[in-house]
């Protein structure tokens, strides 16, 4: 029977980890649509932004409830793996409670520490259900939010409590098995929270607690297998995901905006200013902007699939709270979306990228990347070091350069600047008249 176990063991893990290494490699190649750019500098820096931002929770502090709450489910995240890990070597070797006879006294004080962060995760679920579908939080109840994205949410913390009270019942059925049958089931002492569900239990025959206690250990084993299949397709990929998006983020100074090396040499010639690509025939530009996904860098679509949507982004954006079509959250989603799009068109033999869509157009319209400030607000507000801003940049030089589609107004700021070298319709010399009619109003007062 044991033996069986152990086989039907492997067989799920092995399934489950197929099917996650196929999930994993389709994600890296819609990542990778994207154009290269070399991230490779300032190590230091990025290693330090990494720790502070994915690792430390720093932005997530800036609203200190949910930051608090954020905080037990990661912690809870990270730690309570560790006694998966002996979940998994014991369904790989065949034993029970493998770290106990070794870590005596001290396997208690840890078990203990893996059932107070369960209860934390578990109750901090229960509060962001009810932030989300009882108060109804605005941010989190957007356009963009409707179905799968609602859906998405509630289950995957439907899910977290289902499993910690998985460990709760497991615990609570093996702790009464200890005193039964203690030559197969190893004491770890009192637990306190576990303890609690003992009465439910205690009546029980000690068949059918064997049964309760395996049925809650597999129901944790293939919860934990599944869910880390099912994060692939959720916002929840961000779990894995920060930790290089927060690495290989911009390091630039907020507002720094990217030229394009091409169009910078080619003014630069022309004014005579010396380039290191002078002496070299001019780089072919095989599109000014963004129209596609495959326009964007892979960071861009990087930023993508590490959104969190929890919408941080879109409360802070001025043109939102006004009232205009701009969510910087819609535009990561948007991006995600037509990269999973392209990726599965082409792992099926499909168009991908030529199926007659682009994402400006048939995603993101002209009217909500022309309502962007550029403020950088949504930049600051991310957990996760997203830039929104880039990809609606780069979407509004495509709009710009390529069809010429810019607003009327801005056209004329555009020719005014080139023209006068700066947004208004006066020559250079006359831009500080207005100083000489002050000076004017002071001698005739």
């Not at 996650?20 to 490779?40: A, C, E, F, M, T």
């Not at 994060?231 to 995901?241: D, N, R």
Request: net charge neutral; charged share 20%.
């Amino acid at each position: 029977m044991q033996f069986v176990q152990q086989a039907i063991f492997l067989i799920v893990v092995g399934a489950a980890a197929f099917i996650l290494s196929k999930r994993i490699s389709r994600i890296r190649q819609n990542i990778l649509l994207g154009k290269d750019v070399d991230l490779s500098d300032n190590k230091s820096d990025r290693l330090n932004n990494m720790l502070l931002v994915a690792f430390g929770q720093k932005k997530m502090f800036k609203r200190p409830i949910p930051a608090i709450l954020h905080l037990f489910i990661y912690v809870g995240f990270l730690v309570i793996n560790l006694e998966v890990l002996e979940f998994v070597l014991d369904g790989a070797l065949g034993t029970h409670r493998l770290f106990a006879p070794y870590l005596g006294g001290f396997y208690n004080v840890l078990m203990n520490i893996f059932e107070f962060l369960a209860v934390a995760v578990l109750l901090s679920c229960v509060v962001f259900l009810i932030r989300r579908n009882v108060l109804k939080v605005k941010r989190f109840h957007s356009p963009e939010m409707k179905k799968w994205p609602t859906l998405d949410a509630n289950l995957i913390l439907v899910i977290e409590i289902v499993l910690m009270i998985a460990i709760l019942k497991m615990n609570a059925a093996d702790q009464i098995l200890q005193t039964r049958m203690p030559e197969k089931f190893h004491a770890t002492g009192s637990l306190f929270f576990s303890s609690m569900l003992i009465p439910i239990f205690e009546n029980f025959s000690t068949g059918f607690l064997v049964f309760v206690e395996r049925a809650a250990w597999w129901f944790h084993i293939v919860g934990i297998l599944g869910f880390a299949i099912y994060i692939t397709y959720s916002k929840h990929l961000h779990i894995a995901l920060a930790f290089p998006n927060t690495y290989y983020g911009d390091l630039n100074p907020k507002g720094q905006m990217n030229n394009m090396d091409a169009v910078t040499n080619e003014v630069n010639m022309m004014l005579g200013i010396p380039t290191e690509a002078s002496n070299e025939p001019p780089a072919e530009v095989g599109r000014f902007g963004a129209k596609d996904v495959n326009d964007l860098t892979w960071k861009n679509i990087l930023n993508a699939y590490s959104c969190t949507e929890c919408g941080r982004c879109t409360s802070e954006c001025p043109a939102n709270q006004t009232g205009k079509l701009l969510s910087p959250r819609k535009v990561m989603m948007d991006v995600r979306d037509r990269a999973e799009e392209v990726g599965n068109s082409l792992t099926k033999g499909g168009k991908g990228l030529e199926d007659g869509k682009s994402l400006l157009g048939d995603y993101i319209t002209k009217e909500e990347i022309n309502a962007c400030t550029s403020c950088n607000a949504c930049v600051e507000a991310c957990p996760v070091n997203i830039n929104p801003l880039e990809i609606i940049l780069e979407m509004r030089r495509y709009v710009a350069m390529e069809e010429s589609g810019s607003p009327a107004s801005w056209n004329s700021m555009f020719q005014n600047i080139e023209t006068n070298f700066a947004p208004w319709k006066f020559p250079p010399t006359d831009r500080f008249n207005w100083a000489n009619d002050l000076k004017s109003e002071k001698k005739e007062g």
